[in-house]
């Protein structure tokens, strides 16, 4: 339940009445008598009045009406020292001040003025970036998870992958052990067989001898005595000789000494878990101050927009290495740095790569998408060529926003200042939401590029790059033989245009009042160079080609 506001005059007078208004100059509250002697008395009759309700909505608004030196009224503004000034801090601080106005009359415009707007602006920039930071911390946890899951998978992995080659090396040592035994074996085999085959045949001598003895003729005892004596002899040496050939045999299993580790439990880790720490890479805006910086950093003073002065220079190469044939038409540079191209093929994904090149994933979408641009720090417009309408899609959350018919193929797309813009036959205006605001006649085909106050597109059929503003009249127009066929192009912040030459396999940057460019970079032969986007905030230019390959990253150096 909200609170009650008394009437402060009656409270002075010791009875309690509720407020109805609340007057902003008085800071007290009013009942309905009250209210009326307050419009009718001279000195406050001007005062501002306001609902209790709506009272209760600034309540809590950190806004304080007193010096907070002096703890007397604020009634005076200087404004070359931009401080609020009670009527002790006048004579004392600011005597010799000659811009000191009565706050009543600094205050007079205040809801309008540029102050506010910064404000407000200020607060949602700080709130984006909160969100940001919100999201990034979200991302990290998840992060957190999936890599503690891919280690339990690849600790579990790994445990399977050693059992089983534990299990072979067991099978392997096995069957070598079947083997030795087998032939060990089968040498006592052969000597048992050799010596039963000899004990049979002395049985049988020696139940000869017994009858021979027993019945035969003394000639005959005489003869076969000496012919078995023979016999009996060379069983004897074939024994012997039998016998210097055997062996005994004792088996030793000699462990393998990682295994014996294993065994004695010598191995005292299955491994390290190793944690690094590395500084969060977050595009954290800051409001006029980072702006001015970003100008002077990027584009320093001496710098006029001359492109003999721009320069690039490498962060990285990489390949888009996916299954099935590539077609890259678009690509983007997202606000955490993450680098997103669009694959017009039978593939309806976005593939995300890193700032060094690694890939990431894939990001599902509507259909085979054809042009990227970034609208804000978590959301993207796509084209879908042919399908005849683009989105607005959030990639944090992987969700579309908003779908948007345009009644014809669109391709490439641009954004500035809260506006979107789509190459068809023209090109197509929309808000930030997606609202159709206009067209514009622009000849060109398939990209577009949009700056602060001019629209840049290429005419690959005449080999020209043209600059219009922003009602569609054409400024200038760009054409050298050194560039042919012109297809993705950016510009930066002086208006000067990067564009790629697709078939002369290179990529120039136009200045931007037309009249001259520089040749920035030259393309193998067996490449197909495609197009570039510019990341203004972080001052890179990122390159594809139509295949995927030889895709590259620079920095863009003004000197």
């Not at 090149?357 to 959301?379: K, Q």
């Not at 120039?508 to 160079?529: A, C, E, M």
Request: charged share 25%; aromatic share 8%; with cysteine.
């Amino acid at each position: 339940m909200a609170s009650v506001i008394s009437c402060g005059p009656c409270l002075y007078d010791e009875t309690h009445q509720n407020a109805s208004k609340w007057c902003t100059s008085c800071e007290e509250g009013l009942c309905k008598d009250c209210e009326k002697t307050h419009r009718k008395t001279k000195t406050t009759r001007d005062h501002k009045l306001i609902s209790i309700d709506n009272y209760r909505k600034i309540k809590d608004v950190p806004i304080s009406l007193d010096c907070s030196v002096h703890d007397k009224k604020l009634e005076w503004f200087c404004k070359s020292h931009d401080k609020t000034l009670c009527v002790v801090c006048l004579p004392t601080e600011h005597r010799s001040c000659s811009d000191v106005i009565p706050i009543d009359v600094a205050a007079a415009k205040s809801r309008q003025s540029t102050a506010m707007s910064d404000l407000q602006e200020a607060i949602e920039v700080t709130l984006r970036n909160i969100t940001l930071c919100i999201s990034n911390r979200n991302t990290a946890r998840k992060d957190i998870e999936k890599q503690e899951k891919d280690i339990r998978t690849i600790v579990k992995v790994t445990r399977t992958k050693i059992n089983n080659y534990l299990d072979k090396l067991e099978e392997k040592l096995i069957q070598t052990l079947a083997s030795e035994s087998e032939t060990c074996n089968s040498k006592c085999n052969n000597f048992l067989q050799q010596f039963n085959t000899q004990e049979v045949k002395m049985i049988k001598l020696k139940d000869q001898v017994y009858q021979m003895k027993e019945f035969a003729s003394d000639l005959q005892v005489f003869l076969g005595t000496r012919q078995i004596d023979k016999l009996v002899m060379s069983e004897t040496e074939s024994i012997k000789t039998a016998a210097k050939s055997m062996y005994d045999y004792k088996f030793n299993l000699v462990l393998n000494s990682d295994i014996q580790k294993l065994s004695n439990a010598l191995v005292k880790e299955f491994g390290d878990i190793q944690v690094t720490e590395h500084t969060t890479d977050l595009d954290l805006k800051e409001l006029k101050i980072e702006q001015a910086q970003m100008h002077q950093n990027v584009q320093p003073p001496s710098y006029h927009g001359n492109v003999a002065g721009v320069k690039l220079k490498l962060i990285t190469k990489f390949d888009i290495k996916q299954e099935g044939f590539m077609f890259i038409t678009g690509c983007a540079v997202l606000p955490n740095g993450h680098l997103l191209f669009a694959n017009y093929t039978n593939k309806q994904n976005l593939f995300e790569y890193s700032e060094d090149g690694n890939y990431i994933g894939s990001i599902h979408v509507s259909a085979h998408s054809y042009d990227i641009t970034v609208l804000d720090f978590e959301r993207i417009a796509i084209t879908y060529g042919n399908k005849r309408f683009f989105e607005i899609f959030n990639y944090r959350k992987n969700l579309v926003e908003k779908k948007i018919e345009t009644g014809g193929d669109c391709y490439g797309l641009s954004q500035s200042n809260g506006k979107i813009y789509v190459r068809q036959d023209q090109v197509g205006v929309f808000d930030i939401m997606g609202k159709k605001l206009c067209n514009r006649a622009i000849s060109g085909t398939l990209f577009i590029s949009a700056s602060k106050n001019n629209l840049f597109s290429p005419n690959c059929s005449n080999n020209n790059v043209c600059c219009f503003d922003m009602n569609g009249h054409e400024k200038w127009n760009f054409h050298d033989d050194f560039l042919r066929r012109p297809y993705g192009l950016a510009n930066d912040r002086s208006g000067n245009v990067f564009v790629v030459g697709c078939v002369s396999k290179n990529l120039i940057v136009v200045q931007h009042d037309g009249k001259t460019y520089k040749n920035l970079l030259n393309f193998d032969k067996h490449s197909s160079p495609r197009g570039v986007c510019y990341n203004e905030d972080r001052n890179i230019l990122l390159y594809y080609d139509e295949e995927g390959d030889h895709c590259a990253l620079y920095s863009v150096l003004y000197t």
